[in-house]
């Protein structure tokens, strides 16, 4: 087996603005999520764990802390000999200009000389705000034994949500004879997910020519996958069943954090065989002071509990003093809610405080408060 | 700041722990549910600027090793720096020919290479933190041949039966060094940390093998002590070390006082050690936690109360533990009862409903053991 | 010892223009030299032999290649827990949209929250394009010692050159009094090298202020310094003794690796307490045939030599026939002399091919001969 | 592919190599210059896209376990794959009870651990590239309890001796292995090289200790022939085996003729070794160099003739060196004359004038030896 005959390109390069404050000042995959990872390590883990050597990362937005986060591959392993997980932000050439990614399909082309510096046979493009776990390694498989010239992930949505996705209709064979961005009337309900794995020769033809097209987009799912069933090319639909979650909201954000205190959630972040790697932080062990009430909760290391925790997901570092209460929350990294405080149906932005006896939240909510700043305690 | 090497060694004869050690050596025991033993002294000397740390394992060194890898959790360049692990035949713990100073001669050649002038010597069976850069400097400045770091402590007398004192005069100039035989409350404990020349310490290696085969390098300083600038150095803060059983489950257990933690632990001085990439723990509805440290990947549905809990660990519904240090990936199963217990790595409380030992002499599940 | 107390800033955004077809597809930083090494090695193992943890790398020109080559930074080390190489390019942010990098002061400016992250308390700013090897923390002792805002490595040129370079007037103490940018007359010989280390906070502040100026240049030489010596801030110069070199034109390239000739040359490249670290190709060892004739040379790994090499550098993977002859030149990574060939006095760059006979180069010719494309054989 | 684990085993019994085994396994032994013997194999893996790979390694673990590291110049995932070095507890290299079966038997739990459902054994004493992945389609497809891969060879009668050999039927199943005891000279030689599942491997060493203390895992397999379905693979390219201080040397100076060493060397298969980060080798004025392999880090001011040069060498003024292999940082001092010669590490050739050995009997010079 050669090695690197795919390689991954991973789309981070979004705002992801109904984040409101949270990606102020990071963009959406350097999100943190699950008490101590950040969207990101996702797509990242399952190429390490599908055995992919090298990863493209398109940064664009706020990109600091994101680049500086993916720099470090060691912490998915990969950064052994001929591996790595390179930043791939917008760049100065010879004959053009610095200029912003006009789209998804845009940032592939800009970066074609990276890609073609690896020799590929296989491109898999992915998106780096999506929660889920899944072995790339089948579906290139079933990419091959398909004999497939594009293959796209999907996955079964209920019928009635599926006008807000891009479905893909197929024959019996699982070969994509319609795509339809966000139809009205759907005609099936796979969802594509945004993973595709591509021919290399093949996508660099259609990018090349895609880069001049005046009319297109320049986007995967607007022109290039189109494109393609326009021009007759096979195209498979590979079925995903597992967890899946594109968190686009603070209330979708808060829903993912909440799906990992059922008790037999399916994104099993406990599972040794599919490890989800992230920073190594260094900090204390996870410390459970003598008026902890804990019921119901993800708690990670670097946390001092003396409250009351239910039903909620506490971060690297965060703190609940004697005597304060956190119900159907979020508590983000280094969040302190200081003694008397109550925070109820509420997600707490990194490093803010919860003064004494303040009252954030409130059962009844529709959505979820976002609490991005620091709140004043009641004397 | 003047260049120095370091050296953890815990080949000493003295430190023989039982239970535990068969698996694996001092360094390579787990602390605080996600440490083990040899991270503080490592994380000490990488903290300090020495990024060249020699680590002398003996028997048993598969734990030891991985653990260690290259040394990069430990924020060592793995360049420029080097955390290197050497080994010494003569591997029967038992063997009282086994001492430090025979490691050393055994890789002396590895010893003679470094290009730095000074070496920090500090063993791999002691929990505390210092800056020996700050101790370097101390050294240089007070012109002394050896500087030795001590612990003043005031229970000398049924604790520490196993470690060196010294006997300082007003000038904290050491006058003689020998074990401790509990005679007095009041001593200096000898932290087995020294500051010298390289080239004296590869003179002091010589001169105890021509003087005894069973020399170690703490008796070839005692020697010399009337001939040479001893200079003791005081250590504040938290200071464990681990000879026996006992103070392995003493200095754990102390560790759940947060008070107590702060007193080891400080912000600008990370405490590296090798992640498992576990996820968070998970606390079930039934679950009841108090007054104990937690490690990652746990699934616990039972109570805990004044415990550590290694990574990976289940407590089962109904299952009660306390006072108790729990390994990695052991299980306590369901409506068992675990009390003043060191509970090994990946044992199984499944079958018998009690296990309890009288707080004053704390039982031991071993690796593995389903019982 | 805290550590961190110093981080490194390489300014590797210079296109370096006159260095021709070289620097088409790459950035300058990024060129071959010494036979294994780029140029941006010396920098970064710099850093690493002074112990330094966290490096920045100021990108902006066709990058990819420098991009990818310094975020692997287990080549100088730099991949333990805290540590780290990042590539900073030109970002958009919630307040700014994409932009090129102003000046050198500029592109710190820009990343000031990256530096603020680590909260140094110095920071070393760095040329990514010039070959020497020092100890930045005997620089960083003396800055300290002299209590000084800021330091200022210096070389002594010979004073007839000293025109062509930015001179610092010294007092007797070793404080910098004035600051000419290549003087018409100097008064000193002692020439910038482009290295500083400041105090973070000051230089944060001047640099807050220096952003909003509309009439700077945003340079470090022409607007940083000259407002510091305004201000009576107190900046040394630390002398530099040593083997130095800017390599700007192909002649310098040249040069540099032909001083590696020299029996005792400067740069030493062979001492083992101060390695130049680089990346770790994966090639067969060098292969000397039965017709090889080899005097005078700097050969590496890689190679396979069967034809005469007088006083010549050959780069990793370079292979010369039986026949063929090479003198008084480089021969960039992978480039081929087929037999009988004759390459005199020129410069052959990666991969290109000399074909059967050809002739390139001259020994009266004045300047090198760049080769930047195939040249076909005669047959 | 299958997904298979692989163990890079030479701690068997039947390899002795007099001379440079006293300092490191063979696994550690330089090879071409810039290569360890261990390399081969722990590549084959690597390429194959292996990235569990156990090395079991014996006595003197130090140089072995510092070249191997934590995999990552192999370009194994540190997180999801794993170089795992499991030491033997029984070192002595001449005691007869020191089979493989025995290492197996001491680390059975890290082998329990694998989740793969193959394994690949392959020996840390012999040179060869191949890809295991094909090995591993064959094997399953061929529905075989074990393969093992053979070299065709027709030097059987005075090479090979400390090898076993292969007797095959002609649908290429094995019907025994013995040891080759120079009886004919076309042979298959066994490669030492198997496939098969995981629980088989398990049950085969559990078998192998029941029948004896002193069976190898060779050994039961040819007990097994003739119950289960032993299947032979042949391969072809470059193969050498190192068994013996003579076929060290010859191995070695075998692969200067470029022709040959294509045979072992494609593009698409990289062969990792650690990298020392010397710089290139400069060549003075005075030098001469022809048909020889020079590793970086060289001065060469002499003449080289059909030798291997390793790393950080110097061969001053006037020095000739023919037909031998100097291993890193000697010295070949000025005016010197070395020729069918092994020049172990650090070794110094400066007093003596000539150190020529017959052609047919190599000489070897000590690591650091001063002569």
């Known amino acids: ?144 034994a398909n004999n497939a010239d594009a293959t796209i992930a999907v996955i079964e949505v209920p019928i009635k949500e599926a006008s807000r996705f891009g479905i893909m209709n197929t024959n019996e064979t699982g070969r994509i004879v319609e795509f339809e961005e966000k139809p009205e009337h759907p005609k099936s309900n796979l969802a594509s997910m945004g993973i595709y794995i591509f021919n290399w020769k093949q996508l660099r033809k259609m990018l090349v020519a895609d880069m001049k097209s005046s009319d297109s987009s320049h986007d995967f799912g607007k ?23 594109d968190v686009g909201t603070i209330d979708s954000l808060w829903e993912a954090n909440m799906d990992l205190l059922n008790n037999n959630n399916e994104l099993d972040l406990n599972d040794p065989t599919w490890k989800i790697y992230t920073e190594d932080v260094t900090t204390l062990p996870q410390y459970v002071g003598p008026d902890a009430n804990i019921g119901c909760a993800f708690i990670t290391q670097g946390c001092i509990i003396d409250g009351e925790i239910k039903n909620s997901v506490l971060f690297t570092g965060a703190k609940v003093k004697s005597g304060a209460r956190v119900i159907d929350s979020v508590l983000m990294p280094g969040a302190v809610v200081e003694s008397g405080a109550m925070v109820t149906r509420a997600l707490v932005a990194d490093g803010v405080k919860i003064g004494k006896g303040a009252v954030v939240g409130s059962p009844d909510s529709e959505n979820i408060a976002l609490i991005a700043k620091h709140i004043k305690g009641v004397e | 700041m003047y260049s120095a090497f370091g050296i953890v060694n815990s080949t000493g004869k003295r430190i023989w722990v039982d239970g535990l050690e068969v698996y694996r050596p001092i360094g390579a025991f787990s602390f605080m549910g996600r440490y083990r033993v040899i991270d503080f002294p490592i994380s000490n000397m990488s903290n300090s600027g020495i990024d060249r740390i020699q680590v002398y394992v003996g028997k048993n060194p598969r734990s030891l090793t991985d653990h260690l890898g290259t040394g990069r959790h430990y924020n060592i360049n793995s360049k420029r720096g080097r955390l290197h692990v050497l080994f010494s035949a003569n591997t029967d713990e038992h063997d009282i020919y086994n001492t430090d100073v025979s490691s050393y001669l055994e890789n002396m050649e590895y010893i003679e290479r470094m290009h730095n002038p000074y070496v920090v010597i500090a063993p791999g069976y002691m929990i505390y933190t210092t800056d020996y850069s700050e101790l370097i400097d101390n050294h240089v400045k007070s012109g002394a041949d050896i500087t030795m770091m001590y612990h003043s402590v005031d229970n000398a007398k049924d604790t520490y039966l196993n470690c060196n004192i010294l006997n300082l005069n007003k000038q904290k100039g050491v006058l003689s060094i020998e074990q401790n035989n509990g005679s007095a409350k009041s001593r200096a404990i000898s932290m087995d940390t020294y500051v010298m020349k390289k080239e004296l310490f590869i003179e002091l290696v010589q001169k105890a093998k021509n003087t005894s085969s069973l020399y170690t390098l703490a008796d070839i300083i005692n020697d010399e002590c009337s001939e040479r600038d001893v200079h003791g150095v005081a250590h504040h803060g938290f200071f464990a070390t681990i000879t026996d059983f006992r103070s392995y489950y003493d200095a754990n257990l102390s560790l759940i006082d947060f008070k107590t933690a702060i007193d080891l632990f400080h912000d600008d001085w990370p405490i590296y050690t090798k992640t498992n990439d576990s996820c968070p723990t998970q606390y079930f509805e039934t679950a009841s936690v108090k007054n104990s440290i937690v490690s990652n990947g746990c699934l616990i549905e039972g109570t805990v109360e004044h415990s550590i809990i290694g990574r990976g660990v289940m407590v089962k519904k109904g299952a009660v533990v306390r006072n108790s240090i729990v390994l990695a990936n052991s299980i306590i199963g369901a409506n068992t009862h675990v009390e003043n217990q060191v509970v090994d790595k990946r044992a199984q409380i499944q079958h018998v409903k009690e296990v309890i030992s009288a707080p004053e002499k704390p039982g031991y599940i071993k690796r593995g053991d389903v019982i």
Chains 1, 3 share one sequence.
Not at chain 1, 50 to 59: E, F, H, K, R, Y
Not at chain 1, 68 to 79: E, I
Not at chain 1, 112 to 136: C, Q, R, T, W
Not at chain 1, 223 to 245: E, M, Q, R, S, V
């Open chain 1, 1 to 144: 087996m050669k090695q690197n005959s795919m390689l991954a390109m991973i789309l981070a390069g979004g705002r992801g603005s109904r984040l409101h404050d949270l990606t102020n000042k990071m963009a959406k995959p350097a999100v943190a999520y699950g008490g101590k990872y950040r969207i990101i390590d996702f797509p990242l883990s399952n190429c390490a764990n599908s055995g992919i050597d090298v990863v493209g990362v398109l940064t664009q937005y706020e990109s600091v802390l994101l680049n500086s986060y993916v720099a470090a591959g060691r912490r998915w392993g990969l950064d052994a000999k001929d591996s790595g997980v390179f930043v791939l932000p917008p760049r100065e050439k010879a004959d053009a200009n610095l200029n912003v990614y006009r789209g998804t399909a845009d940032s592939i082309s800009q970066n074609i000389d990276f890609i073609d510096s690896y020799a590929p046979e296989y491109v898999l493009i992915l998106s780096g705000d999506h929660i889920y776990k899944m072995n790339y390694s089948k579906m290139l498989a079933e990419h091959k």
């Open chain 1, 223 to 245: 022109d290039i996958i189109p494109a393609l069933l326009d021009n007759d090319k096979t195209l498979y639909a590979y079925k995903f069943k597992g967890y899946w979650k």
